[in-house]
């Protein structure tokens, strides 16, 4: 289950970001595409970072699963990091969407919705960072 939370919630960030990529292009502000405004090319630079990282890191630890190496502080760590990453993810490709990311319509408005109970189940962060924080 540590695995598995991690797996989906990376796999729905990079859902969101590559929707977010395209949706960018092809919406327009003030006469050109918004993906053309600096800012939004340095928010996906840094999303598409974060993801990159994340991806190494699923590696590391399916590796380490399949070895029956991964600790459980490790795979807690996996759920809080992918958990709180696919949230940044969510709530920044949202923002990119402006006012239509918050209509149903749109993939991203219930992908957003649907990233929130993440850090909730599988056992909340808060208590990820306890089972880190105690093998300190």
């Not at 939370?5 to 395209?22: G, H, K, L």
């Not at 502000?29 to 994340?54: E, H, S, W």
Request: proline share 2%.
């Amino acid at each position: 289950e540590r695995l598995s939370i991690p797996i989906s919630a990376q796999a729905t960030a990079q859902r969101a970001f590559d929707d977010t990529v395209a949706f960018t292009r092809d919406r327009k502000a003030f006469g050109k595409p918004v993906i053309d405004f600096q800012n939004t090319r340095f928010t996906l630079a840094d999303l598409k970072t974060k993801l990159q990282v994340g991806w190494a890191h699923l590696d590391w630890a399916l590796a380490r699963h399949l070895k029956r190496e991964l600790t459980p502080e490790e795979g807690a760590a996996a759920k809080l990091w992918h958990t709180e990453l696919q949230w940044e993810v969510m709530d920044k490709c949202l923002q990119l969407h402006g006012g239509a990311g918050y209509m149903n319509e749109y993939a991203i408005a219930r992908a957003w919705r649907g990233a929130r109970v993440t850090r909730i189940f599988g056992g909340t962060n808060e208590i990820m960072k306890e089972l880190i924080g105690r093998k300190l």
